[in-house]
């Protein structure tokens, strides 16, 4: 089955400082990806698809300057909160699209990862 | 009003019983309906879905979604403690970019 793994699953950063977070899809290629961050008791938010070979495409709300999203390859995205400050601590999952699969039920989330920014 | 409504819980039954969990959804577009499990600490995983109105049975667990009523359901039969989790529903249009909208979850607590 598809598999997608995330690293750092858990970090802790000083404030002002930057993090960055690893995405891949360990069996399949994926053209496409997605950034989420999770709050506590609170739902996934999506904030930003990244795209194979070009610029991410973000959410409204999403500063693409503190949040930068390399796809460099087929498997592999990175998301880099720049500058961190106490509040972007969250739980920052990843999830890819098997590339040429559309539909419902295709895309696969990794396991997470929880940013503590002191 | 967020497009996609789920109590948050926590919910906690004891071992063996029946569990309904619950969401209502706003939008007519929504075509796919979808129930994530999600474990402490992990990321989502997908358990089951469905198209259009209907029931979906896997198992012990049953989804199902009526769209008169914009509904999504799902049941747990025979509940286990390692049914323990937050259990997120969710909505697939087909637009956007991942096309999904997510409810809040609702954590899902089963009693030894």
């Known amino acids: 089955g598809a598999v997608v793994s995330q690293h750092p699953s858990r970090v802790i950063c000083k404030s002002g400082t930057s993090v960055k977070i690893e995405c891949r899809s360990l069996?399949?290629?994926?053209?496409?990806m997605f950034w989420y961050r999770q709050f506590p008791k609170q739902s996934l938010m999506l904030m930003a698809t990244s795209n194979e070979g070009s610029k991410a495409t973000y959410e409204q709300g999403v500063e693409k300057d503190k949040f930068l999203i390399n796809h460099a390859s087929l498997t592999l995205s990175t998301l880099t909160v720049t500058s961190a400050h106490p509040e972007d601590s969250s739980f920052y999952i990843c999830?890819?699209?098997?590339?040429?699969?559309?539909?419902?039920?295709?895309?696969?989330f990794g396991a997470g990862s929880r940013l503590t920014v002191l | 009003q967020k497009e996609v409504e789920q109590d948050p819980g926590p919910l906690s039954v004891p071992e063996g019983a029946i569990v309904s969990l619950n969401c209502t959804y706003s939008?007519?577009?929504?075509?796919?309906f979808m129930w994530y499990r999600q474990y402490s600490r992990k990321g989502p995983e997908l358990l089951m879905y469905t198209y259009s109105s209907g029931n979906k049975e896997d198992g012990r667990f049953t989804a199902q979604v009526d769209k008169s009523s914009k509904y999504i359901s799902l049941f747990i039969r025979d509940s286990q403690p390692s049914d323990s989790a937050t259990y997120l529903c969710a909505s697939y249009s087909g637009g956007g970019a991942d096309g999904l909208t997510f409810g809040k979850g609702t954590h899902l607590i089963i009693q030894p």
């Open positions: 999830s890819a699209r098997r590339q040429g699969a559309r539909g419902a039920n295709v895309l696969t």
């Open positions: 939008n007519s577009a929504f075509q796919y």
């Open positions: 069996d399949f290629q994926a053209t496409t």
